[in-house]
């Protein structure tokens, strides 16, 4: 079985606890796209409501929660606070706290004066997801993908001789750089190169970083607050359609002006602060959730998983596991109505069913 990419230490963890073997390629090496900041919030996204996209990222965030306990040397802080962006914001976290989308005692509302100790500063009425955590993305690829082949994947074909394995990876001079039963395409914005037709686009994200004492908890406000193992990141810019990697100070800029309507007095303290940061591609799709499942009108055993937007290191770990149990024939833990929302094939579906 082979691989591509870096969400590809998911579901290289999750092919390997299913008893087959993994291997991974990388053409730019473990975490050279946007799985390469120096932290990360795992947290859900909440403008889902309490319909099935909702119980699909609650799903996914307990069990990346569940698994990254087992790695407990990257976890930089629990916890994390929402504050509202909408006015209709603080009544739909209530809603959302007293369901049982999550386990109980996992969300809490806290009072202004509550949120604020919490912060270090003034803060509106906000939402506490006790679970959440701030993890460090180098530490769980190490863990999940200890071993990369370092190559880029230029085209993948059905093998057609028989007795053959039933795919081929082959690299830019069309030389064969393995072959497998199966492979799941994992490989950010250039899934759509090694798989026709998916529907795939770009949004830039810049984050910024600088050293800082006592930095305060997560936070999320439109923007979002994390605390490094010796400072805060914070952004983080969202830019459609835009490729570039580069490092640019306009998107600092942006980033403490963002920072300064979630949190003033710590963006305050950081207007004069020495900035490092990082950009890269998140992989939207048109309908705001993953790719992740057979890949559409593919023969058997090709699979994709990416789509993740900006909650990756969220959804991963379980839609990993469905994919690994899809191309290994074993049970999925993603209960089927939730699979048929990340199921790739669905938007061919729908255009179907809009034409009959
Ligand atoms: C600024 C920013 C902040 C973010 N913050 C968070 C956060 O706090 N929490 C969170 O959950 N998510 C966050 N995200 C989103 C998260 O980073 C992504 O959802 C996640 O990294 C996607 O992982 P991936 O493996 O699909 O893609 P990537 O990490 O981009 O990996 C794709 C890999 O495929 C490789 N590749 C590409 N083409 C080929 C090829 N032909 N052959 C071989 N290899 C190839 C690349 O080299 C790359 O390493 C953030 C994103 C950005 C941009």
């Known amino acids: 079985m082979a691989w591509t990419s870096s969400c590809g230490a998911a579901a290289a963890r999750a092919v390997r606890a299913l008893g087959a073997e993994a291997v991974i390629f990388d053409g730019e090496g473990r975490g050279a796209g946007a799985s ?3 932290v990360a919030l795992v947290a859900p996204r909440l403008d889902a409501g309490l319909a099935e996209p909702a119980q699909l990222f609650a799903q996914a965030f307990r069990r990346a929660v569940a698994l990254y306990a087992d790695l ?3 976890i930089v802080a629990r916890g994390a606070l929402q504050f509202p962006v909408q006015p209709a914001d603080p009544g739909r976290f209530a809603k959302i706290a007293a369901s049982d989308l999550f386990e109980p005692g996992a969300l809490a ?3 202004p004066s509550q949120a ?3 912060m270090g500063e003034a803060a509106p009425e906000a939402l506490a997801f006790n679970d959440a955590l701030v993890i460090e993305p180098h530490r769980l690829l190490a863990a999940w993908a200890p071993e990369v082949r ?7 074909e059905a093998a057609t001789e028989p007795g053959s394995e039933r795919w081929r990876l082959l690299d830019a001079a069309g030389g064969v750089l393995a072959t497998a039963d199966a492979v799941i395409v994992a490989a950010g914005l250039a899934s759509g190169e090694l798989i026709a037709g998916l529907p795939l686009s770009a949004v830039r994200g810049q984050a910024s970083w600088t050293a800082l004492a006592d930095p305060p908890g997560a936070a999320a406000f439109g923007g979002y607050a994390i605390p490094t193992r010796d400072g805060v990141l914070f952004g983080s810019t969202n830019d459609r359609d835009d490729t570039e990697s580069d490092l640019r100070a306009e998107d600092h800029r942006r980033n403490l002006e963002t920072l300064a309507l979630g949190l003033p007095r710590l963006a305050e303290r950081l207007a004069d602060a020495p900035l490092e940061g990082r950009a890269s591609i998140r992989v939207s799709t048109p309908d705001y959730l993953p790719l992740a499942g057979a890949a559409p009108g593919a023969p058997a055993g090709l699979f994709v998983l990416t789509g993740f937007g900006a909650r990756g290191f969220t959804l991963a770990p379980l839609l990993a596991e469905h994919v690994a149990a899809l191309a290994l024939q074993a049970p999925s833990p993603l209960p089927a109505p939730l699979a048929a929302f990340v199921d790739p094939a669905r ?6 069913r809009r034409g009959s």
């Open 116 to 118: 604020g100790r919490r």
């Open 109 to 111: 509302m806290l009072s």
């Open 72 to 74: 407990p040397q990257m």
């Open 347 to 352: 938007f061919a579906r729908r255009a179907a």
């Open 150 to 156: 370092d190559a880029a994947v230029d085209a993948i």
């Open 36 to 38: 390469g900041n120096p």
